[in-house]
């Protein structure tokens, strides 16, 4: 706890909570990262997140988001068992993915992962948008994230990019950064310093706020928070479902991580997937690397 003005006089705050602005994820790796007001959480993240992939079975990889752009635009989301994906021309499918009895074992960097094949509609119009053949996979629940399975940037840090990169719209674009959960805060990479404290995490479930910071990558604004509410689904078919349901993120507990090294994919619109900005040359110029060159911008977490 420790002592803030609130306008009116001294107040004790905790600075144990996270105050929440958005939760956002994508049930397809690399497709549109969009807010999901009413997401659920299990010991592995998000409920729906990245479930599905799509990947080269020539080549045996996963597609990787910054070598396929055009993922972005395609806008993906859960209801229930069903998958719906809509490409910015309108052309859209939905349904429940079959899943062909096929296990292909495909590289996710580096590392080697039994993925369930499907086939039909889904496979047919995500190869025709990126003009190549692909197949939609469903992953081993946790198996296709990079790192851990939460991320988390702040207000204040994507204030303090924006300034310096002269990219003012950039908090209304915190979805370039795919993180799973946007954070209040007022100084700058203050989250670096909470690396393994745990925190609960508040706003999210009931807040309308989520609206402020999200409005074009996210696809959210004051009037709309709602409108993705069926992205948190569960996985009726029990991928990972050992792990135990922990509830909203109103009842969120996370425990903070190393810091994210970041790649280029910031630098591309969250909604087309046009390279637009120059945010990671600002932050490889203004910001500590890891031995690749990559900077450092947000927090891992995992649920606890």
Not at 170 to 184: I, K, Q
Request: one cysteine or more.
């Amino acid at each position: 706890m420790f002592t803030e003005w609130n306008g009116r006089g001294f107040a004790e705050v905790d600075d144990h909570v996270l105050d929440a602005r958005s939760v956002g994820f994508t049930p397809i790796k690399g497709t549109r990262h969009r807010a999901q007001p009413q997401a659920r959480f299990d010991a592995a993240g998000p409920v729906g997140d990245r479930r599905f992939c799509l990947i080269d079975v020539g080549t045996r990889r996963v597609l990787r988001t910054v070598q396929n752009p055009r993922l972005f635009a395609v806008v993906a989301r859960l209801h229930g068992e069903g998958l719906e994906v809509t490409l910015p021309d309108g052309r859209s499918v939905s349904g429940v993915p079959d899943l062909s009895g096929e296990t292909l074992t495909c590289d996710y960097w580096g590392r080697q992962v039994p993925l369930a094949l499907t086939g039909g509609t889904h496979d047919e119009l995500l190869s025709a948008h990126l003009g190549r053949a692909v197949r939609l996979a469903e992953a081993p629940r946790g198996a296709i994230v990079f790192g851990r399975p939460l991320t988390i940037v702040t207000t204040a840090s994507l204030a303090e990019v924006a300034d310096r990169a002269g990219h003012p719209t950039l908090l209304r674009e915190a979805a370039r950064f795919r993180a799973t959960l946007l954070v209040h805060t007022e100084e700058p990479f203050v989250e670096e310093t909470w690396a393994g404290r745990e925190m609960r995490v508040r706003g999210v479930g009931t807040s309308a706020r989520g609206g402020e910071t999200n409005a074009r990558g996210g696809e959210t604004n004051a009037r709309g928070v709602g409108t993705s509410a069926r992205g948190g689904e569960t996985n009726a078919r029990g991928v990972g479902t050992s792990a135990r349901d922990i509830g909203t993120s109103a009842e969120l507990r996370v425990r903070i991580g190393a810091p994210v090294p970041r790649c280029a994919v910031i630098d591309l619109d969250p909604v087309t997937g046009k390279r637009n900005a120059r945010l990671l040359a600002t932050l490889a110029a203004t910001r500590t690397t890891n031995r690749a060159g990559e900077p450092f911008f947000g927090v891992y977490a995992e649920v606890v």
